[in-house]
């Protein structure tokens, strides 16, 4: 799932799911981004990438409201929309977001788009792509058959001893004591074929449906009811229990080929579960990406994108199923309806949409289950039944089958819901907790353990088991700070994360966060901020730009914003300083994080770095000649950096001020106003500065300083016809950014372009990279896959450069974007320096 961070289509939907003794309802979604055959790393679909500003404005203003879907189709009766092509159009007028089909002879297919094309509240309009159900009807098992069961209910689940899924996920055996919350007051949708709303172990669970216009039966194909079953079956009643049995469910039946022919596709279903207050959308089917590249489904990701997105907007946690297109066997009725192995899949390609591969009941992934990179996690599909022996059945998953019944299956159709009822019980836990929080929760506490020894660290694993004992205990201490390591499926082990540079970026309007493995949207960004800061545990993101202060706690929090008047005045900025020894009046722990800002006057006033609550100020005490006008340029070493201007001698002078006590310390002189950010390297034994006279070429303008006292290090004079653009640590050894500049007779120097990467070494400067207008080295990107730094044992490392406006990493890592996928930045790269001096390809 990515964050962040964002579509798909009715492509090839086959039910990804289940194989019911001798049958299959599976759904495959076919996504193949770059390589079909799932070789390479996972790049996940974002809405910042296939929809512009526009698009996304208007789903972001949209607010979820049953009311928006007023007229589900603008079919008059399902017999005239024969031979005719279903146009899907979503448009959201004023706050709301909907989307109505309109059927059309294919000749006037385009001509209709090009006519919305015109209209300002239309978002998207696509044709979907055919959803195939690849699988049969299911069937009662005979182990199951409803013969077995008691004539009336009972105060017991009689079925439980045949669910080992649940005895897989932590429930004790036979036992109908589930060790978490059961859910009571979370939403489920379940987007899939139908579900039979009578059956008694759903008394009640079914709190409302999306009926279309010529719908049958309410699950003829009864795969829908199956899933349903394994999220909510009520308990205490003689059959099955739920994962969450205190859930409601919306049925949200769709189009899937032979199941619900006149029915909407999966994108307006989800819209409608969003609107209708869904908490969580399970959609255990798919279709092939393939599909998405033919002229006639034009718009389809895009489509697709703008639902989720729409889902992220309104706070609902998306799963999705991986697909069933692992490894050939026999009597598999779904390798027709493969393009490839282990092909990825839609939705589940989509940024914010948790994957989910299938393990049998001796832990091991199915041969089944697609084994790709985007695979986040896995929980019970069950075995095929086609490598079972005759007569055995105890490997399928068991639940719910129309009329009353009860049937096992087995696919990634029926791992999805299992992680979708604990998304739900998550939900219950703290209503509060966001979509993102609760999609990276179910990830991180995934367990590598719980699955097969021989599976373990292999592509289709994704994190590991799910976990919702883990997940619970996570909501309810609320989210960790930082983002979490790589997939078990990367090659190697996970670098810990204050060994992983944190790098950020301006793209399209976005700040965006790199750890070394994804990038994170954080928040938008009208320009490059005037200010960037890590925490020294790389957890915590702190900036501030056009008169805002801002905090941000990682993937799967929302930043804390604050106003912050002078946040824009180039003269200074704030400062962020880590377990500082403060007390809180508001009755915060007395030590930890803050982040400073210093008046002309010299006055500090601290915040708590986490919710930018004010927590005091006080006057440091200057000596008596220290009357200049102060600046904060940041900090070193646990101490503040203080810039003094004009004072008794007219002077520039940096001072070391400690940020709790006030006291000053050391200072240095300096020619000229510092400008620019303040280099540090990454143990807080160095400092560079650069002045007003290092603007345009002066000798006198740069210094490099120990953290400790200021004492000089050296005077990196500029090479001739060039100027700093900034200045930053590789390690212990000082780069910058340059430029060229001009300068006419009693006027300014000006920029007139870039002029490279630099690195001072030997007392001198030499370019490393002339094509590169910005950049900063990177370290612990993966594993220890890319190219090594001056360890072949540790941290992989590259860079983060911007060349020709763009954001490039090199060299390329396992797990990294594609080429391109970054995008645009803007005038710089943010970064943490780095322990050790990453090499930098000459250019």
């Known amino acids: 799932m990515t964050a962040p961070g964002g579509g798909g289509r009715r492509g090839t939907f086959v039910v990804l799911a289940a194989v019911v003794a001798a049958a299959v309802l599976a759904t495959v979604l076919v996504v193949v981004l770059r390589d079909g055959g799932g070789d390479g790393a996972s790049t996940r679909v974002r809405a910042e990438v296939v929809l512009d500003n526009r ?82 009807p299911p069937k009662v098992s005979p182990e199951i058959s409803p013969a077995a069961l008691p004539a ?46 009578g059956h008694p172990d759903l008394a009640g669970a079914v709190v409302g449906r999306r009926h279309y216009e010529g719908e049958g039966a309410l699950d003829e194909e009864g795969h829908g009811t199956h899933v349903a079953g394994i999220v909510g079956a009520r308990r205490g009643n003689g059959g099955t229990i739920g994962v969450a049995p205190g859930v409601s469910v919306l049925d949200v039946p769709v189009h899937l080929k032979d199941a619900n022919p006149q ?67 026999a009597g598999n009725p779904l390798d027709k309806d493969c393009e490839d192995r282990h092909q990825r899949q839609v939705p589940s390609v989509y940024d914010g949409v948790v994957n989910v591969g299938a393990v049998n009941d001796d832990r091991e992934v199915t041969a089944y289950s697609s084994k790709n990179d985007d695979v986040d996690l896995v929980a019970p599909g069950g075995q095929q039944a086609a490598l079972l022996p005759p007569g055995h059945g105890s490997g399928l998953v068991l639940s719910l089958a129309p009329d009353g019944e009860y049937a096992g299956m087995q696919g990634t159709s029926q791992a999805a819901p299992h992680v979708a009822a604990a998304a739900a019980v998550a939900r219950f836990v703290r209503p509060t907790a966001t979509a993102e929080e609760i999609s990276r929760a179910l990830v991180d506490t995934a367990d590598p353990g719980g699955v097969d020894e021989d599976d373990r660290g292999k592509r289709g694993t994704g994190h590991g088991m799910l976990n919702i004992p883990g997940l619970v205990d996570r909501i309810r201490n609320g989210p960790p700070p930082g983002p979490s390591p790589a997939p078990t499926g990367s090659p190697g082990a996970p670098v810990a994360l204050a060994e992983r540079t944190q790098a950020a970026y301006v793209q399209d309007g976005t700040l965006y966060a790199y750890d070394g493995t994804t990038s ?67 009755g915060g722990p007395p030590t930890g994080d803050l982040v400073l800002r210093m008046d002309v006057d010299g006055t500090l006033t601290r915040y708590n770095a986490y919710t930018l609550d004010e927590i005091g100020s006080s006057l440091p005490a200057f000596p008596s000649d220290a009357v200049g006008s102060k600046s904060l340029r940041g900090a070193v070493g646990g101490r503040l950096l203080v810039h003094e201007s004009g004072g008794a001698q007219a002077s520039e ?156 990493l090199e060299p390329a890592a396992p797990g990294d974007p594609a080429k391109g996928d970054l995008g645009p930045v803007g005038d710089r790269v943010w970064a943490t320096p780095t322990r050790t001096e990453v090499p930098l390809k000459p250019r």
């Open 520 to 586: 994170h949207p954080v928040r938008a960004a009208d320009g490059p901020p005037n200010w960037l800061a890590w925490s020294a545990d790389h957890t915590l993101l702190v900036g501030a730009d056009d008169r805002t202060l801002f905090s941000w706690a990682g993937p799967g929090t929302k930043p804390v914003e604050k106003p912050c008047d002078d946040c824009d005045d180039s003269s200074g900025a704030p400062a962020l300083v880590d377990d500082a020894a403060v007390t809180d009046p508001g």
């Open 55 to 136: 698009q996304l404005a208007l789903i972001r203003a949209a607010k979820p409201d049953p009311g928006c879907d007023a007229a589900p189709s603008t079919a008059p009766v399902p017999a005239a929309n024969a031979g005719l092509v279903p146009l899907d159009v979503m448009r959201v007028d004023g706050s709301c977001l909907s989307v109505v089909t309109e059927y059309l002879a294919a000749v006037d297919v385009e001509a209709r788009r090009t006519a919305l094309a015109g209209d300002p509240a239309v978002v998207v309009a696509a044709v979907a792509p055919p959803m195939t159900p690849h699988a049969l």
């Open 263 to 329: 029915g909407p596709s999966w994108w307006t279903g989800l819209t409608w579960a969003v609107n209708h207050g869904a908490d969580v959308a399970n959609m255990s089917f798919g279709g092939a990406y393939s599909l998405y590249q033919l002229p006639k489904y034009r718009d389809a990701l895009a489509f697709g994108a703008a639902a989720v997105e729409f889902a992220r907007v309104g706070g609902v946690v998306l799963v999705g199923s991986a697909g069933n297109c692992g490894e050939r066997f």
């Open 653 to 808: 002078r940096l001072w070391l001020v400690d940020p709790v006590s006030g006291q000053v310390g050391p200072s240095h002189n300096v020619a000229g106003s510092v400008i620019g950010t303040v280099a540090t390297s990454a143990s807080g034994d160095k400092l560079a500065v650069a002045t007003g006279y290092g603007s345009c070429g002066s000798p006198e303008g740069v210094y490099v300083l120990r953290g400790s006292d200021l004492g000089e290090v050296a005077r990196p004079a500029p090479p001739a016809g060039v100027m700093f653009d900034e200045l930053f640590f590789n390690g212990d050894t000082l780069y910058a950014a340059m430029a060229d500049y001009t300068m006419a007779p009693g006027e300014p120097c000006a920029r007139t372009g870039s002029a490279g990467l630099w690195r001072f070494a030997g007392g001198a400067w030499e370019r490393v990279d002339a094509a590169a207008d910005a950049g900063r080295p990177l370290e612990g990107r993966s594993p220890s896959t890319a190219t090594p730094g001056p360890s072949a044992a540790g941290p992989a490392t590259g860079w983060l450069l911007a060349r020709d406006g763009r954001a490039v």
């Open 152 to 197: 009336a209910p009972t105060q017991d689940d009689d079925r439980r001893d045949d669910q080992w899924p649940l005895d897989m996920l932590g429930v004790p055996e036979k036992s109908a004591d589930l060790p978490w919350p059961d859910g009571t007051g979370a939403v489920v949708a379940v987007i899939d074929t139908g579900v039979d709303a």
